[in-house]
């Protein structure tokens, strides 16, 4: 049997082979298939909802996410931009805003590349930096101190542009988090991740204390609307809902329970993780699809798919370059008093940063190094080569059947009840 994937490098993805031995038995999970929507189809589920936003604008700052996160922004930015026209708002006054929040800066190619070669060469795009440019807007009703990028606050209509997949905190990603910790300052993304109480599991509530003051902060920041994508296993857009931010965000986040799940099988000898569309760093690919490696206890061989082009990856909050007890030692140092009202929750992920500290896995990868991987996973190795994994792999188990699980498009699904 042959396993057909790609992984992601600078602005195009490769596609690649795994050859699994005939004698396997290989179950995949993930594969989602559903067709990619029309351009018509684009166009009406946009067309209304926008101009309604843009009557009387006379400027528009289009908010969309950053390279570290899936969504082919490019093919729908230039209808939300002939809506803009329709209405009145002249090329002059339209620019792009990238939501970095805390993560490593995309280069001109990344961001070339998430809007279109047109579009970056027509409009005005920004990178956030949350560091500087940010205006204070006051503190939220939790205390939470409440900046953004000044470019997006300073506009007449604001559109999000984001893609809704499962998210370990917020529950799904999506919607008003576009904005909140997306164009916000450095100490309302630190607060908003140290002080608010989120969901313990990816696809989990989205009515908690993290969500609502996500919501509530962009609220202030008066984000008027949000285009809130679903892709498949091959990264197109299948579904789009366009409108209110919670209201559009809540109809997607219903889609994706309904479409994405995935039920694993209850024992296997051998585990392979596919993380594409999230394997462009280290980071990105533990946060959205290492979930499997925990539904499988010591006696499972674990693999992870992951060529991870852009290395370990940078994140202020949570980063992977520097050694675990560093890293564990920098959160407890931010550990504040009001915490302790979440000090529960504040435990679990703790333990749970233990659990992906110790995990035995491989990476197939032919960029990353053992050394820098185990700073971060003290028993996960590199493998260069597949068919020396597969064929040490069927010495060690023997002759006897081998269970094979390939979990496909594994930061898209979330595994069902």
């Not at 929750?345 to 491989?362: A, G, H, Y």
Request: glycine content about 6%; charged content about 25%.
């Amino acid at each position: 049997m042959q396993y057909n994937y790609v992984y992601s490098d600078a602005d195009k993805d490769i596609a690649t082979i795994l050859d699994l031995p005939k004698t396997w038995d290989v179950t995949v999970v993930g594969n989602l298939t559903k067709q990619r929507l029309a351009t018509e189809d684009i166009i009406v589920r946009l067309s209304d909802k926008v101009m309604a936003s843009a009557c009387n604008k006379k400027s528009a700052c289009i908010i969309v996410d950053d390279s570290s996160r899936p969504t082919p922004a490019n093919v729908i930015v230039t209808h939300i931009v002939t809506c803009l026209h329709d209405t009145g708002i002249r090329d002059e006054n339209i620019f792009f805003v990238v939501s970095h929040g805390t993560h490593a800066p995309d280069s001109e190619t990344m961001m070339r590349s998430k809007i279109g070669e047109a579009m970056h060469e027509r409009f005005k795009v920004i990178p956030h930096d949350c560091r500087n440019d940010c205006v204070q807007l006051g503190i939220s009703s939790n205390g939470i101190p409440v900046s953004v990028n000044k470019h997006v606050y300073e506009a007449d209509l604001r559109i999000g542009v984001s893609c809704v997949v499962p998210h370990p905190a917020a529950g799904f990603s999506g919607g008003n988090k576009i904005v909140a910790p997306g164009v916000c300052g450095y100490e309302t993304i630190r607060a908003l991740h140290d002080e608010c109480r989120g969901c313990k599991q990816r696809a989990g509530k989205i009515e908690t204390e993290f969500r609502a003051t996500i919501n509530e902060i962009a609220g202030m920041v008066g984000l008027d609307l949000s285009a809130n994508v679903i892709i498949n296993s091959k990264r197109e857009i299948v579904e789009l809902f366009c409108g209110d931010p919670e209201s559009s965000f809540k109809e997607a986040v219903k889609y994706v329970r309904s479409h994405h799940s995935v039920k694993l099988p209850r024992a296997v000898d051998l585990l392979i993780i596919d993380t594409y569309p999230c394997d462009r760093t280290v980071n990105l690919a533990m946060d959205r699809a290492f979930w499997p490696l925990f539904h499988y206890g010591t006696a499972t061989e674990k693999v992870v798919l992951a060529e991870c082009r852009d290395g370990m990856g940078g994140h202020e909050l949570f980063s992977t370059k520097q050694p675990f007890m560093q890293r564990l030692k920098r959160r407890l140092a931010h550990f504040s008093t009001k915490e302790m009202l979440c000090l529960p929750e504040r435990v679990f992920n703790i333990v749970k940063m233990l659990r992906k500290f110790s995990v035995r896995f491989s990476v197939i990868s032919s960029v990353l190094r053992d050394e820098e991987l185990q700073r971060s996973f003290k028993n996960a190795t590199v493998i260069r080569a597949w068919d020396d994994f597969a064929s040490d792999f069927m010495k060690r188990r023997g002759r006897r059947r081998i269970r094979v699980v390939i979990v496909r498009s594994a930061p898209l699904v979330y595994q069902g009840k």
